[in-house]
């Protein structure tokens, strides 16, 4: 059974950072695209960024770029999202997920394939 664990999420002051981590378990996934996802109270969920399975090919949101990094380590099945210079408006739940195409990551993210349950990153203003 597939499971996608995520772990860094909180409440943090605007200005300050944050690290996500997602665990993929049940299988392996170094040939798998993998990324996140965040919905905001009220709104959509929407791509923030995606990695493909080499870490050759990335993707930043616009609202993001400079401001977020993902990597990942294959061996350990993990993808990362440090965030920094947070804002008021990143403020949502992000979900971890994994896909065997990297275009799965676009939009809400219909095609992904593997989801996480999510974590709340709060940022007060």
């Known amino acids: 059974q597939v499971q996608l664990v995520e772990s860094g999420g909180g409440l943090v002051q605007a200005g300050g950072s944050l690290r996500l981590s997602c665990t993929a378990s049940?299988?392996?996934?170094?040939?798998?695209?993998m990324g996140w996802f965040r919905q905001a109270p009220g709104k959509e969920r929407d791509i923030v960024s995606a990695?493909?399975?080499?870490?050759?090919?990335?993707y930043y949101a616009d609202s993001v770029k400079g401001r977020f990094t993902i990597s990942r380590d294959n061996a350990k099945n993990t993808v990362f999202l440090q965030m920094n210079s947070l804002k008021s408006e990143d403020t949502a739940v992000y979900y971890c997920?994994?896909?065997?195409?990297?275009?799965?990551?676009?939009?809400?993210?219909?095609?992904?394939?593997?989801w996480g349950q999510g974590t709340q990153v709060t940022v007060s203003s």
């Open positions: 990695i493909n399975w080499s870490g050759g090919t990335i």
């Open positions: 997920a994994v896909s065997t195409s990297f275009y799965s990551f676009r939009g809400s993210g219909a095609r992904v394939e593997f």
């Open positions: 049940g299988r392996t996934f170094s040939n798998h695209a």
